[in-house]
């Protein structure tokens, strides 16, 4: 036996030390049985539906409900909000109106966001005025940042038909799809293949031509890119559900980067 101080502790410590893997492999094991009878958190356990999986419950049997009316995402804007809308003012309002008028001729009755849907496809139907449908300034200052930011997703959602230049010659119009509208009236590269613009003269957009309005897509208002790439326009896509609002005008800022940049001379002159 250990008498002096340091030798009891030190045979305390061996004990210890034999202990503990004795208690770890105790505890593991009282922890294994527990849960194979039974005794583990019913949390883990509860009924639930996997998404669109048939209900009983409910008389339409869908698990996955509508959103009720009214519903405000937590992110949401006001609607007249030039920030979702790319709008003015005005045209919002007349929009609106001419939304409530469409819907009467409908049947059954649209939600308020499907008669706004109506009203305001792009390009808009009948624009009043359309050189004062669209905002042409943007609804937030564009930072450095901002500028980066637009030009990753413009690289991400753009570039694939646009080109990564905005001459509309992209990796899926060379395998065949639509030319998509330079947005440039000049070409950007020597390289490019010269292409009959639907709309007589480079860069024209096609969206005004439809309203009887010459307008370069350099000269086009800001809110008019943002209205395309929330509603799509004839053979592009629309792209609200894979690009956040905020993230749309900082493409827009990178598309007027571009348009400013490409072929300018030493005086910054295009
Ligand atoms: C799948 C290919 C495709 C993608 C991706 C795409 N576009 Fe387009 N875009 C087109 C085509 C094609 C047109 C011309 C449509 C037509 O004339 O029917 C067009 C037209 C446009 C116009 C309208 C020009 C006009 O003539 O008035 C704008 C603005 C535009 N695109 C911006 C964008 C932006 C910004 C993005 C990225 C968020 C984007 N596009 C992504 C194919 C695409």
Known sequence: MITTER?????????????RPLLIALATGLALTST???????????PYYRPLEESDFFADKRASRPLERG???RAQRLETDPLVTGLTAAEWTRAR??????????APP???A???????G????????????????????????????????YTIFCAVCHGPLGNGQGKIWERGYLTPTSFHTKEVNDAEVKLKNPVEGLGLSRGYKLWGHRVPMDEAPVGYYFEVITKGYGGMPNYSAQIPAADRWRIIA?????????????????
């Not at 194979?36 to 509860?46: E, H, S, V, Y």
């Not at 980067?257 to 005086?267: F, H, I, N, V």
């Open 36 to 46: 194979g009878a039974g005794c583990r958190q019913k949390m883990a356990d509860q």
């Open 114 to 120: 499907e008669r706004l849907m109506r009203a305001i």
């Open 97 to 106: 109106e001419a939304g409530a008028v469409v819907a009467k001729l409908d």
């Open 254 to 270: 990178y598309v007027q980067a571009l348009q400013k940049t490409q072929r300018a001379d030493a005086g910054g002159k295009k």
């Open 71 to 73: 519903v405000v995402h």
């Open 7 to 19: 030798g009891t502790r030190n045979a305390e410590r061996g004990v210890k030390t034999l202990m």
């Open 122 to 153: 792009a390009p808009r139907y009948a624009p009043s005025d359309p050189t004062k449908v669209y905002v042409d300034e943007y609804p937030f200052q564009i930072t450095q940042a901002d500028l980066k930011r637009g030009q990753e997703r």
């Open 110 to 112: 649209l939600t308020d």
